[in-house]
């Protein structure tokens, strides 16, 4: 995990002020290997700072986001999800997602195989309608094997 000092000086760079929930925020996040929602993180970080509001909580998640210090997510349940970035947390993956409980799984088994696919479809989609493409978001949907039986 970075240290907030690291945290810090990214949020230098983009001119914010660095305060105790955003330093709260991050750290959940990166002790974390869950999927979390900005529900979830307010009954977490609300043990520890009761009067942090669902909006701090929001607005947060978007700075942090635009800072490239988490990524969000949305899975098709009506709410955004959000992980850390981390090199050696988070490497390149992507998701499973149970369609009856909603457990998520992070899988990067296949990597090599789907970036010589992706990196093709990126070149094509590129070029065909003159899209700066800036990332990708693999999700298979299903059900888990606790909810298969």
Not at 71 to 85: A, L, Q, V
Request: with cysteine; net charge positive; charged share 25%.
């Amino acid at each position: 995990m970075p240290r907030p000092q690291i945290w810090q000086h990214r949020n230098r760079r983009q001119f914010c002020r660095w305060t105790g929930p955003r330093e709260t925020i991050l750290q959940l996040l990166s002790q974390t290997s869950k999927h979390m929602s900005a529900k979830e993180m307010y009954a977490a970080i609300y043990k520890r700072y009761p009067g942090i509001g669902l909006t701090t909580i929001y607005r947060t998640l978007d700075l942090l986001t635009r800072m490239g210090l988490i990524h969000k997510f949305s899975f098709g349940d009506g709410h955004n999800r959000y992980e850390f970035i981390s090199d050696e947390k988070t490497k390149h993956h992507h998701h499973l997602i149970c369609n009856s409980c909603g457990k998520i799984f992070n899988y990067s088994e296949f990597e090599d195989e789907e970036l010589v696919l992706i990196n093709k479809t990126e070149k094509r989609l590129t070029q065909k309608y003159n899209f700066k493409i800036e990332g990708h978001n693999i999700e298979f949907l299903g059900l888990c094997k606790d909810c298969q039986k």
